[in-house]
C-alpha cells in the first residue's frame, strides 16, 4: 500500500517574513519552499523542504512540478511578497493549483494595469500612462496643478513624487529614471518568461501620471478564498511624512464605522472586478473631505507591517485568516481592540550607510515602544528615490491620538547620521 503523501502549503520565494509559514504548520501542513535564493539560516527552521531551483525558467519549472507531485499533495501557492505574486500565480496554474490567475497577478503587481482594469470604478483616481518627458508633460497638463509622479511597479513610498510645476514634474522624470536603474532590480521584471497572451506595460520605461487627492489616506487587509472576502476588523489610518520620515500608521482607525464599511465596500469590488482569489489583499485609500473613497492601489499579498499591528492590537492573526482563506475555510473573527498601535519608519535626508542615529537612547528607553530595527547594513536613503529607512520601530498606547502624537515627536528628534 503506498503512503499518503502529507497535505503542503508551496512557498514561492523568502526572505524574512515567517508568519504564515507558521500559520500553515499550525494548521498541520507541510512547507516547502522553491526559491532561487535560499536563506539556509532561517529556511532551515521554518520549511519542510526548500527546493533551490527558478520558478521563472521553464526548464527548471518542468523538473519541479513532478517532483513536487510525486512526493506532496499540494494544497495551495503562497508568497508574501511583491515580487513574487506573478511567479506564485505562474506556479500555480502550471500545476493546477486554484489561486490568482496570472493576469489578476499583473493587475496587482503592474499599476498600469490596475489602473485600466479599474477605470470604470468611480474610485479610480483619474490617471495618464506615460513614456517618455513629452507624454509626461501633457498629462501635467491635463490633470495637474498637482499630481503624482509613480513607478507602475513600486513598493510602499519608493519612487512617488509630488509635483506642482513642469520644472518638478522633469526633475521627478528624471530621478524615476535613475532610481528605476539604482533600487531593486527585481521590482522592475517585465515577467518576459510568462509569454503573456495580453500587454504588460514594461515598469522600467513607463510611469503613472496620477491626480494628487487630498484626504485621509487608509488601508485595508483583507484575505480571499473562493472570492469569498473577509476584510480585517478596523481600517489603518496613515498619516504623511515630514519630509524625512515615511508614514505614520496607527491602527485602530479614527474613522467612523460608516465610512470604514464604504471603503471595504469599494476594496471587495475592486478585488472581483481583478479576479482576485486564494490570496491575501493589501489595498490603499484616500477618504476625501467630502467622504468619497479613492483607491490608490491595491496588492495581492499582506502589507509590511500589517500583521504585527493587528496581533498587537487585536490579538489576531492575519496569516491564520490567510491560511484558512485559501484552503477554503470559513473565515471569521471578531475581536475587541485592546490598545492602538502605531508603526513609523525614519528615513535620511541623503544616501549612504548609517553611522549612528541621534536620539535612538530615547526610543530604546520609551516602554512604549517596540521591535525597534536598526538599519546598520547596506546604503540608505530618502523613500522617495526607492532607499531603505534608517530604521523603524512601533509604539503602542490608550488613545489614537496618543500613539500619532509620539511618532511626530520622534520623527522630530530621530536624525540619521551617515559615514
Partial sequence: MKPRKPKTIVFI????????IIAARDAGYKTVLVT?????????????????????????LQEIIPYIRQHY?????????????????YFAEHFGIPS????????SRNKAMQRHALSFMKENI???????????????????????LK????????LIFGVESEDELLHAYKQMIDGCTNTNKDFYDPYEYCEFQFEYPDPRTTFLVEKAIEGQQISIDSVIGDYRIWHAPSVVDIYAHNGRGNAIRVLGSALPKEIQQKAKKAVSTAIRVLGMQHCAAHTELFITSDGEVKIIEIASRTGGFRPKMYEMAYGLSLPDQLIKAVLRKEVKARRALKQYVAVTDI???????LSHISGLDEVEKDPQTSNIVVNSKGQIGPAKLGHESAMKFFVTGKTHQEVLQKCRYYQEILIPVLK
Fill in 126 to 148: 483619474p490617471y495618464r500612462i506615460v513614456t517618455n518627458r513629452t507624454e509626461a508633460l501633457l498629462a501635467y497638463g491635463e490633470l495637474g496643478p498637482k499630481v503624482f
Fill in 347 to 353: 528615513y535620511p535626508n541623503d544616501i549612504g550607510e
Fill in 151 to 158: 513607478s507602475i511597479s513600486g513598493v510602499k513610498s519608493k
Fill in 73 to 89: 499533495m499540494v494544497k495551495s501557492v503562497i508568497t508574501n511578497y511583491e515580487k513574487f505574486v506573478v511567479p506564485r500565480s
Fill in 36 to 60: 532561487k535564493f535560499p536563506k539556509p539560516e532561517m529556511a532551515q527552521s521554518h520549511f519542510d523542504e526548500v527546493i533551490e531551483k527558478d520558478v521563472t525558467n521553464l526548464e527548471e
Fill in 13 to 20: 520565494g523568502f526572505m524574512h517574513k515567517t508568519e504564515t
Fill in 100 to 107: 490568482c490567475s496570472i493576469y489578476s497577478a499583473c493587475c
